[in-house]
Protein backbone atom coordinates (compact mmCIF):
# COMPACT_ATOMS: atom_id res chain seq x y z
CA UNK A 1 0.00 0.00 0.00
CA UNK A 2 1.52 3.72 -1.08
CA UNK A 3 0.31 6.90 -0.62
CA UNK A 4 -0.88 8.64 -3.86
CA UNK A 5 -0.67 11.89 -4.97
CA UNK A 6 -4.22 11.64 -6.14
CA UNK A 7 -5.68 15.11 -6.80
CA UNK A 8 -1.84 17.30 -8.39
CA UNK A 9 -4.04 20.60 -8.38
CA UNK A 10 -5.57 20.66 -5.23
CA UNK A 11 -2.73 19.26 -3.46
CA UNK A 12 -0.16 21.73 -5.11
CA UNK A 13 -2.44 24.34 -3.96
CA UNK A 14 -2.46 23.73 -0.66
CA UNK A 15 1.14 22.42 -0.43
CA UNK A 16 2.06 25.88 -1.43
CA UNK A 17 -0.28 27.42 0.51
CA UNK A 18 1.35 25.91 3.18
CA UNK A 19 4.47 26.68 2.91
CA UNK A 20 4.35 30.19 1.65
CA UNK A 21 2.89 30.72 5.47
CA UNK A 22 5.52 28.86 6.94
CA UNK A 23 7.90 31.08 5.78
CA UNK A 24 5.76 34.45 6.39
CA UNK A 25 5.79 33.12 10.01
CA UNK A 26 8.93 31.84 10.68
CA UNK A 27 11.62 32.85 7.97
CA UNK A 28 10.84 35.81 5.68
CA UNK A 29 8.16 37.82 7.31
CA UNK A 30 5.83 39.42 4.86
CA UNK A 31 6.61 37.49 2.15
CA UNK A 32 2.33 36.92 2.01
CA UNK A 33 2.04 41.08 1.77
CA UNK A 34 4.90 41.20 -1.05
CA UNK A 35 4.01 38.49 -3.02
CA UNK A 36 0.84 36.94 -2.08
CA UNK A 37 -1.70 39.91 -1.62
CA UNK A 38 -3.12 41.95 -4.48
CA UNK A 39 -3.89 45.51 -3.72
CA UNK A 40 -6.05 48.25 -4.71
CA UNK A 41 -3.20 50.25 -6.42
CA UNK A 42 -2.41 48.18 -9.42
CA UNK A 43 0.45 49.15 -11.35
CA UNK A 44 -0.10 48.62 -14.72
CA UNK A 45 3.73 48.32 -15.63
CA UNK A 46 4.61 46.35 -12.37
CA UNK A 47 4.73 42.63 -13.32
CA UNK A 48 4.37 41.43 -9.79
CA UNK A 49 1.04 43.47 -9.77
CA UNK A 50 0.16 41.12 -12.71
CA UNK A 51 1.90 38.40 -10.65
CA UNK A 52 -0.79 39.08 -7.47
CA UNK A 53 -3.39 38.56 -9.56
CA UNK A 54 -3.03 34.70 -9.41
CA UNK A 55 -1.05 34.22 -6.56
CA UNK A 56 -3.07 36.50 -3.68
CA UNK A 57 -4.77 32.40 -3.50
CA UNK A 58 -1.64 31.44 -1.75
CA UNK A 59 -0.94 33.99 0.94
CA UNK A 60 -3.16 33.50 3.79
CA UNK A 61 -3.18 35.82 6.98
CA UNK A 62 -3.03 33.11 9.82
CA UNK A 63 -2.98 28.84 10.82
CA UNK A 64 -6.62 29.53 11.33
CA UNK A 65 -7.34 31.42 7.37
CA UNK A 66 -5.57 28.51 6.05
CA UNK A 67 -6.96 25.98 8.21
CA UNK A 68 -10.24 26.85 7.16
CA UNK A 69 -10.15 27.28 3.77
CA UNK A 70 -8.40 23.84 2.92
CA UNK A 71 -10.79 22.24 5.30
CA UNK A 72 -13.13 22.79 2.62
CA UNK A 73 -10.86 22.50 -0.20
CA UNK A 74 -9.24 19.34 0.01
CA UNK A 75 -12.61 17.83 1.26
CA UNK A 76 -14.31 19.06 -1.91
CA UNK A 77 -11.43 19.59 -4.45
CA UNK A 78 -10.27 16.21 -5.01
CA UNK A 79 -13.77 14.95 -6.24
CA UNK A 80 -14.08 17.97 -8.78
CA UNK A 81 -10.61 17.01 -9.66
CA UNK A 82 -11.42 13.80 -10.67
CA UNK A 83 -14.87 14.83 -12.44
CA UNK A 84 -13.58 17.56 -14.07
CA UNK A 85 -10.20 16.44 -14.72
CA UNK A 86 -6.80 19.00 -13.36
CA UNK A 87 -6.27 20.89 -16.46
CA UNK A 88 -10.51 22.09 -15.67
CA UNK A 89 -9.84 22.57 -12.33
CA UNK A 90 -6.97 24.73 -12.56
CA UNK A 91 -8.25 26.63 -15.17
CA UNK A 92 -11.40 27.16 -12.89
CA UNK A 93 -9.08 28.10 -10.32
CA UNK A 94 -7.00 30.68 -12.07
CA UNK A 95 -10.28 32.37 -13.52
CA UNK A 96 -11.98 32.78 -10.31
CA UNK A 97 -8.74 34.14 -9.14
CA UNK A 98 -8.18 36.66 -12.00
CA UNK A 99 -11.47 37.88 -11.55
CA UNK A 100 -11.62 38.25 -8.16
CA UNK A 101 -8.58 39.96 -8.11
CA UNK A 102 -9.60 42.09 -10.72
CA UNK A 103 -12.92 43.34 -9.58
CA UNK A 104 -11.29 43.53 -5.64
CA UNK A 105 -8.99 46.15 -6.98
CA UNK A 106 -11.88 48.29 -9.64
CA UNK A 107 -14.52 48.32 -6.48
CA UNK A 108 -12.63 48.16 -3.51
CA UNK A 109 -9.93 49.93 -1.13
CA UNK A 110 -8.20 46.82 0.94
CA UNK A 111 -6.10 44.27 -0.23
CA UNK A 112 -7.06 40.90 -1.19
CA UNK A 113 -5.41 36.99 0.19
CA UNK A 114 -6.73 33.63 0.75
CA UNK A 115 -8.35 31.18 -1.05
CA UNK A 116 -12.17 31.64 0.04
CA UNK A 117 -13.02 32.48 -3.57
CA UNK A 118 -12.08 29.60 -4.76
CA UNK A 119 -13.58 27.62 -2.03
CA UNK A 120 -16.69 29.27 -2.78
CA UNK A 121 -16.21 28.36 -6.21
CA UNK A 122 -15.51 24.77 -5.82
CA UNK A 123 -18.83 24.85 -3.50
CA UNK A 124 -21.07 25.70 -5.90
CA UNK A 125 -19.28 23.99 -8.92
CA UNK A 126 -20.10 20.62 -6.33
CA UNK A 127 -23.91 20.95 -6.39
CA UNK A 128 -23.18 19.74 -10.42
CA UNK A 129 -22.06 16.71 -9.38
CA UNK A 130 -25.23 14.72 -10.48
CA UNK A 131 -26.17 17.20 -13.33
CA UNK A 132 -28.15 16.18 -15.99
CA UNK A 133 -28.95 17.98 -19.75
CA UNK A 134 -31.96 20.23 -18.90
CA UNK A 135 -32.13 20.20 -15.10
CA UNK A 136 -31.36 22.61 -12.94
CA UNK A 137 -30.35 20.29 -9.36
CA UNK A 138 -32.39 21.09 -6.55
CA UNK A 139 -29.17 21.24 -4.46
CA UNK A 140 -27.46 23.94 -6.19
CA UNK A 141 -30.52 25.89 -5.99
CA UNK A 142 -30.81 25.66 -2.27
CA UNK A 143 -26.71 26.39 -1.62
CA UNK A 144 -26.84 28.94 -4.15
CA UNK A 145 -29.74 30.61 -2.08
CA UNK A 146 -27.87 29.61 1.19
CA UNK A 147 -24.89 31.12 0.01
CA UNK A 148 -25.87 34.14 -0.95
CA UNK A 149 -28.53 35.12 2.20
CA UNK A 150 -25.41 34.28 4.18
CA UNK A 151 -22.64 36.25 2.37
CA UNK A 152 -24.72 39.11 1.63
CA UNK A 153 -26.22 39.36 5.47
CA UNK A 154 -22.51 39.04 6.06
CA UNK A 155 -21.12 42.21 4.10
CA UNK A 156 -22.37 44.17 6.51
CA UNK A 157 -19.94 43.25 9.37
CA UNK A 158 -16.47 44.79 9.49
CA UNK A 159 -14.78 41.25 9.69
CA UNK A 160 -11.69 42.14 7.10
CA UNK A 161 -13.31 39.05 5.17
CA UNK A 162 -14.39 39.72 1.68
CA UNK A 163 -17.39 38.76 0.95
CA UNK A 164 -17.47 39.65 -2.33
CA UNK A 165 -14.72 37.47 -3.24
CA UNK A 166 -17.21 34.43 -1.87
CA UNK A 167 -19.64 35.83 -4.22
CA UNK A 168 -17.61 35.92 -7.03
CA UNK A 169 -16.07 32.80 -6.24
CA UNK A 170 -19.68 31.09 -6.00
CA UNK A 171 -20.90 33.12 -9.09
CA UNK A 172 -17.82 31.49 -11.03
CA UNK A 173 -18.33 28.01 -9.57
CA UNK A 174 -21.97 28.39 -10.84
CA UNK A 175 -21.15 29.42 -14.14
CA UNK A 176 -18.27 26.86 -14.71
CA UNK A 177 -20.75 24.26 -13.70
CA UNK A 178 -23.36 25.17 -16.39
CA UNK A 179 -20.60 25.43 -18.95
CA UNK A 180 -17.83 22.27 -17.93
CA UNK A 181 -21.26 19.95 -17.37
CA UNK A 182 -22.79 20.45 -20.49
CA UNK A 183 -19.64 20.63 -22.10
CA UNK A 184 -19.36 16.87 -20.37
CA UNK A 185 -22.42 15.69 -21.41
CA UNK A 186 -23.38 17.08 -24.87
Not at 22 to 28: E, K, S
Not at 101 to 121: C, D, P, W
Request: proline letters at 2%; hydrophobic letters at 55%.
Amino acid sequence: MRIRYNAPVILTLTLLSTAVLVLDQFLVNSITRKFFTVYPTFNSVNLLDYFRLFTNIIGHKDWVHLMGNFSFILLIGPILEEKYGSKAILLMILVTALITSALNIVFFSTGLMGASGIVFMLILLSSFTNFRAGEIPLTFVLIFLLFFVKEISSAFSDDNISQCAHIIGGICGSIFGFLFTKERHG
